[in-house]
């Protein structure tokens, strides 16, 4: 195994009805007053909010609430909670929401724990000196950040996206109630896995690794997701396909599947993915499904990785060993499966055409480096690209 | 998945000479003043201790030594750290050995941490408020105390033997060398290894589960160790075959097993296994693999969980699917990986027999209750010995 750092310190209580266990964790910490922090109309639609105001209000708990965080979370909202937080003395802030709600919550933390304006801390002219601890309850899985250090804040005046991670961040109790998510539609529901399933195949297939446990580990993951995957619609609401998914999601993006291999990550499908969501109005998950059977055909094309696409291919894909060309054969079938789950995997599926190829490959290029089996340049991007037409 | 709270909040810096990175971590938790503590002879012996020490002189990192931590750690041993860390007034206990001193070291802190009697606090009379962190080097695998909260001290005064844990007690900062571990015997290995293996089993046995990730990751855990060991002896020092196998010592045994699972762990062969050692001169793993196979064989003869002994005979220890009786044919072919192991897998080999049993399971019995699959007490208790002979 190559030689690695590991530190994962969340606590995760996970289950149906785990809601309620908030409140002897932050008792236990000493906490009285916090900042509540929610997204917009579901969690109160739903009847969640008002669950968590009965809890705080009988357990004597006083809360601030600031609600309207959105998806690319804004620096705006995260000044407005950080004035919030510092008027009520918040003692610890409490996410109930997805990966937006979550990470606004990580910015809030750092900047009233370090006396100093978001925006400074974010673009490190002042450093993250303490935190605000996070106690906080999941609603739609996704990103990790329930179990991770990272938030991403978008800067709606300058146009900038920055990322911010420290380790004071790590949410210090993350409840992850799988049944929250049954609101979630079936083709989001899909989404989410296949998300789940890139973010195992960013490190699995980042280097040519074929032994090992966590080379075993990161199959298992994926053959997981798939199972769940391909018994929906069906078991759209049933406990176990929806906890089995929930669970996967947190825990494959949490850094386990890159421990001691040659990369930790690949990443040249998220990133070239990224372009498309700037670009255009394309989920994530879509993003990706565009992009991953191509650039694996591409990075064949080029000779490398044989061995573990070959690998992926009959132990999770369930192409025979004896096949002529297993590695080739695993694309194929990885196709197929995504598209058993309605969606593209090409561009051409999504109406985007070779002219669109230079702006797109250009968008990309802006976050290099990245990509560890092939590092990228532009010309590498825009042959991923061309390939995934 | 069965609802469950895990927390695992050690950062592990793990492989070949990262012993040097102990200095950053305690610089940045701004650590200047440590207790160093160590067990017998081989710290000194093997170059590590003096390795520690100029690392220590060169950071400006002032420490007390306490050394002399023996297996099964004593009270009177933990008793004079706990002085000698008051007197130099240590911010952090650095323990640098196996379980036993990690064990010890958690006992300091806490005494340390919680200004009480360190005796008063394991047998509960003070609670723990506080404690030092650990900032801890491992130079033997097997008990996972490197990244749990848990330790064991031995009173010889009243011939108590007592647990002690509190989430304040998890290390800070393990760190794992793999290749600190080389001067161990080839037999030592192949025990921590077969320990390992029963980890896993106790919370993957423990019910008749067989689907699901968790599931594929404890087989996992299993194979891996199993490939490790069947390499040996030619592999004695190969890195990549040890760095397996510590990784797996540490992490196999850290909760994640059991996570979701009908039940967290069944036990009954490590109880079981604890009498033996009470009683004889027998290492830990021995007694373990005298006792689970005929903990299978009787589990199976009580028509339980045969869908899970089947699987494991199938995806683990090679028994085709097409067997007559795969959950039985698994039980020999574990009785045959324990014999290629150099090991025992009946009472007989260790020269115990029947007239031996009444005094064993009236030990053993002295720590219930215990077991899952089959709840025990002194009459099962017995006959799995009885069928263990």
């Known amino acids: 195994m190559h030689n690695f750092t590991y530190h994962s310190p969340t606590k995760v209580i996970f289950g149906q009805g785990t809601v309620p266990k908030i409140v002897p964790e932050l008792q236990k910490a000493g906490i009285s007053r916090v900042l509540l922090l929610t997204g ?13 105001v009965t809890l705080f209000r009988e357990a004597g708990i006083s809360f601030e609430t600031v609600s309207g ?54 673009t490190r002219k002042h450093a993250i000196t303490g935190a605000l601890p996070i106690f906080g309850i999941l609603t739609l899985s996704g990103t990790s950040s329930e179990i991770n250090d990272t938030a991403v804040i978008n800067n709606t005046d300058t146009n900038d996206k920055m990322p911010v991670a420290h380790p004071l961040l790590y ?38 690794d074929t032994a090992g446990v966590i080379t075993e580990h990161s199959e298992a993951y994926v053959r997981a997701v798939m199972r769940c995957l ?97 590695a080739a054969a695993g694309i194929d079938a990885l196709r197929a499966f995504i598209h058993s789950l309605d ?25 290099l480096p990245f990509g560890s089996v092939i590092p990228m340049d532009l010309a590498t991007i825009t042959a991923v690209l061309e390939r995934s037409l």
Chains 1, 2 share one sequence.
């Not at 917009?40 to 968590?52: P, R």
């Not at 407005?80 to 990580?106: I, L, T």
């Not at 109630?177 to 979630?184: E, I």
């Open 40 to 52: 917009g109309k579901s969690v109160f639609a739903s009847g969640l909010y008002d669950t968590i």
């Open 69 to 122: 965080v959105q998806p690319n979370p804004r620096l705006s909202k995260v000044r407005e909670a950080v004035e919030a937080a510092g008027k009520s003395r918040a003692q610890a802030v409490v996410p109930v929401g997805g990966g937006s709600v979550f990470d606004s919550s990580k910015a809030i933390a750092a900047a009233v724990g370090s006396g100093h304006d978001v925006w400074d801390i974010i």
């Open 171 to 208: 949410p210090a109790v993350s409840i992850v109630d799988p049944s929250l998510q049954y609101t979630v539609p079936l083709q989001q529901v899909r989404y989410g896995g296949f998300d789940t399933i890139v973010h195992v195949l960013e490190s699995y297939l980042a280097g040519n």
């Open 230 to 326: 391909n018994a929906l619609p069906e078991k759209l609401n049933d406990y176990a396909t929806r906890s089995e998914l929930t669970f996967c999601a947190t825990y494959a993006f949490s850094g386990w599947c890159g421990l001691g291999r040659a990369s930790r990550g690949d990443f040249a499908t998220h990133r070239i993915g990224h372009a498309l969501s700037a670009l255009y109005d394309m989920p994530h998950a879509v993003t990706l499904s565009v992009i991953i059977p191509n650039w694996m055909e591409y990075v064949l094309g080029k000779g490398l990785n044989r061995d573990v696409f070959a690998r992926f291919a009959v132990t999770v894909l369930g192409v025979p060993e004896t096949a002529a060309d297993p």
């Open 343 to 367: 969606m593209p995997s090409r561009l051409r599926d999504v109406d985007i055409t070779a002219k669109d190829i230079p702006a797109l490959a250009e968008n990309a290029a802006r976050t």
